[in-house]
Structures are given as C-alpha cells and as structure tokens.
C-alpha cells in the first residue's frame, strides 16, 4: 500500500500563499487518482480537491475553485496543492490520499491511503 506523505504546511497571513506537496512513493502511483481533504477543528474532513491519473480532470470543493491548483507530477510520484488568497477559513489539516481508482473521487471511501497531515493557519 502506497504511504502518502505531505509537506509544506505552515502559518500563512490571510491572502497569502502555501504549496503544499505529497509524496507517494510506490510503482502504483500513476495509476490512481489523488486527491486532498481538510479537516479544521471541531469540524468533519472535508473534499478540496482531486485529479485523476493523468491529471486529464479535476474537481475543486466551491469555496476553493479559483483559489486551489491541484496538479500532479507522475515521475516525481508527487502531487501538489497551489493556495493562493488564503483565508482565516482555510486553517485546517490537509490531508494528501491515494485513489483506489484512476478518477480520484470527492468522497473519503474513494480514497485507499491517507498521509498524516499537515497543519495550514492563516491569520486574519
């Protein structure tokens, strides 16, 4: 099973920005869709956004579209989020996951591994 492993977090001021990166070594990591979750205090995990194997589709939750790149780069076996215009209500763990298929998917079943975490905060 692929362990993904993010990086990048940090504390940001508000409409700054972060790239965070994720790193999922293994032979498999072409073949499957990524994707990122969030979960900010007292809250459930939350879709960011996905891509799929060959970064030919992705998806963005609303209240990041416009704001959030994902992207993916198969040799590097590494997939990244770009945040611009960063918000207070950005501040969460991300959360970098492995698809169990090629498409990505929007919800946490679609996903087979999951990383640790990294914290964002970004202050008013």
Known sequence: QVQPVESGGGLVQAGGSLRLSCVASGPTFGFYGMGWFRQAPGKGREFVADISWNSGSTHYADDVKGRFTISRDNAKKTAYLQMNSLK???????????????NGGRESSDFASWGQGTQVTVSS
């Open 88 to 102: 207070p209500e950005d501040t969460a763990v991300y959360y970098c996951a492995v698809g169990r298929w090629p």
